[in-house]
Nanobody, 123 residues
Framework: VQLQASGGGLVQAGGSLRLSCAAS????????MGWFRQAPGKEREFVAR????????SYADSVKGRFTISRDNSENTVYLQMNSLKPEDTAAYYC?????????????????WGQGTQVTVSS
């Protein structure tokens, strides 16, 4: 599967952005999905994950209550709604896919990755 992330940009602190990750192919519903981010000089870190059906989600503590992951299997797309953004959310955001019912919180378990989309939050 090929993944294409989009929706990043520059936003002021307290603002919102919605990231999208479009997947190619007709088996999108076979993949659990995750979002990760990487700030300059830091390791890539888990942000959120969602199972194949969209009924299970989990989040990193740093984004819980502010970010929401969702998916539309009819559109082959996973979303990350980001509200109440903070300067520390500034990073390149990556979507990832794993061919299992539920993905993990570490990047090594994911099979496919999209290119990053840059999110910059100004103070």
């Amino acid at each position: 599967v090929q993944l294409q992330a989009s929706g990043g940009g520059l936003v002021q602190a307290g603002g919102s952005l919605r990231l999208s990750c479009a997947a190619s192919g007709r088996t999108f519903s076979s993949y659990s999905m995750g979002w990760f981010r990487q700030a300059p000089g830091k390791e890539r870190e888990f942000v959120a994950r969602i199972d194949r059906s969209g009924s299970f989600t989990s989040y990193a503590d740093s984004v819980k209550g502010r970010f929401t992951i969702s998916r539309d299997n009819s559109e082959n797309t996973v979303y990350l709604q980001m509200n109440s953004l903070k300067p520390e959310d500034t990073a390149a955001y990556y979507c990832a896919a794993r061919r299992t019912p539920v993905g993990g919180t570490t990047q090594d378990v994911y099979d496919y990755w999209g290119q990053g989309t840059q999110v910059t939050v100004s103070s």
